[in-house]
Every structure is written in structure tokens, then in C-alpha cells.
T-cell receptor, first 114, second 111 residues
Framework: GAVVSQHPSWVICKSGTSVKIECRSLDFQATTMFWYRQFPKQSLMLMATSNEGSKATYEQGVEKDKFLINHASLTLSTLTVTSAHPEDSSFYIC??????????FGPGTRLTVL | AQSVTQPDIHITVSEGASLELRCNYSYGATPYLFWYVQSPGQGLQLLLKYFSGDTLVQGIKGFEAEFKRSQSSFNLRKPSVHWSDAAEYFCAVGRNNDMRFGAGTRLTVKP
């Protein structure tokens, strides 16, 4: 089946720094990628939808200037958490695929901001 | 408004026993329906999905789910649970790139 990878799998950073998370589709082209955030013992919350070559669409309440998403190619989307703070600590999961019925999820990235 | 409800936060079953995880949804039109499983610190794995047709859907790892339109439900079942099934299970519904997840049900399997 299709594989989506994320890098890094976990990252610890200091408050105020920026962190970039990569999401790659390894054996298929992902015209659309989704970024989710998951707090401990909670469900996934959709943060944004990105389409290759265009600006991401952010869900209500998600700061687009804080969570920068770039979908520069059909196999790579990046999420940059700018000026990270402890409240940004979370598990970030991406998914890729053409449509909702063909989404493949990455293994997730655990971000801890000290 | 679209929503997904998984009434059971945590379920414990004995190994070999049957399992049913509940999922109810509220959606404007009949959405696509999914069940995912997540092991600790891992991403999501698709167990099964329903788009149309036969309302009883077979998935991987011996799981099945039944769509009941009249009850807006999509419950997940397994006749005999294995210790390796212990994980978090998420029901999701969506349409046109809009996917909503339930809060999840944590499954514990007793030996």
C-alpha cells in the first residue's frame, strides 16, 4: 500500500525557535495533503489542507502565520511551527492522497517545546 | 454541523471475547465512513471504509463494520479479540476532503 513518511519522528526545541516537519509520499503523488494535530488522549483535529502549488486552507482558529504550510511538490509538504511555545507541544500527523477516500497517514511527529 | 460521537472512551474486553465499538455521526448528506486504529505513538492505520453498497463492510485484521442509515451509526465489530488489538480506535466521517474524527475509544485487552 501507499506510504507516507514524516520527519522527524520526534523533536524537542526551545521556546521561541521554529521547527519544520516534513511529510513525504513515498510511492504516490499526493495532490492534497492534510495536517492534523492530536493532543494527548484526544482525537485528531484538522489544521489545514494543502494542495500542491497553491496556498493552504486553514481551519478556523488555526493561526496561518504560526503554522506555515508549504506543498511545493506532489511528494512533499512541510509544516513549520514558528516561534514555538510550550502550548504548541503536540503530536502532528499528516496525510496524503488525492481525495478523502484515498488518504494515507504518516506516523506522526511528536513536538515538545521547552 | 458535522460531528462524530464515540460514546465509549475506554473499553476493556478479555482476549477471545467479541468486541463492538460504537460510532454515531451527524452529517448533512451520507458521508464516507471510516474506522482507523492507532497504536501508541504511531500514525493511523485504516481498518475499513464505507462509501456505498453493502452496508456490512469487511476490513483488515478480522474487523467488520455495519452502516445503519436509520441510526446514523457505523459500529465496528470483531468476533474474537486478540491481545494485539489493544490500541486506540477512531471513527471518522467525511466528504469532499472534509474529514471529522471521533474522540476515540481506547481498547484494553485482558489476558
Amino acid at each position: 500500500g501507499a506510504v507516507v513518511s514524516q520527519h522527524p519522528s520526534w523533536v524537542i526545541c526551545k521556546s521561541g525557535t521554529s521547527v519544520k516537519i516534513e511529510c513525504r509520499s513515498l510511492d504516490f503523488q499526493a495532490t492534497t495533503m492534510f495536517w492534523y494535530r492530536q493532543f494527548p488522549k484526544q482525537s485528531l483535529m484538522l489544521m489545514a489542507t494543502s494542495n500542491e502549488g497553491s496556498k493552504a486552507t486553514y481551519e478556523q482558529g488555526v493561526e496561518k502565520d504560526k503554522f506555515l504550510i508549504n506543498h511545493a511538490s506532489l511528494t512533499l509538504s512541510t509544516l513549520t511551527v514558528t516561534s514555538a511555545h510550550p502550548e504548541d507541544s503536540s503530536f502532528y500527523i499528516c496525510s496524503g492522497g488525492g481525495n478523502i477516500d484515498t488518504q494515507y497517514f504518516g506516523p506522526g511527529t511528536r513536538l515538545t517545546v521547552l | 454541523a458535522q460531528s462524530v460521537t464515540q460514546p465509549d472512551i475506554h473499553i476493556t474486553v478479555s482476549e477471545g471475547a467479541s468486541l463492538e465499538l460504537r460510532c454515531n455521526y451527524s452529517y448533512g448528506a451520507t458521508p464516507y465512513l471510516f474506522w482507523y486504529v492507532q497504536s501508541p505513538g504511531q500514525g493511523l492505520q485504516l481498518l475499513l471504509k464505507y462509501f456505498s453498497g453493502d452496508t456490512l463492510v469487511q476490513g483488515i485484521k478480522g474487523f467488520e463494520a455495519e452502516f445503519k442509515r436509520s441510526q446514523s451509526s457505523f459500529n465496528l465489530r470483531k468476533p474474537s479479540v486478540h491481545w494485539s488489538d489493544a490500541a486506540e480506535y477512531f471513527c471518522a466521517v467525511g466528504r469532499n476532503n472534509d474529514m471529522r474524527f471521533g474522540a476515540g475509544t481506547r481498547l484494553t485487552v485482558k489476558p
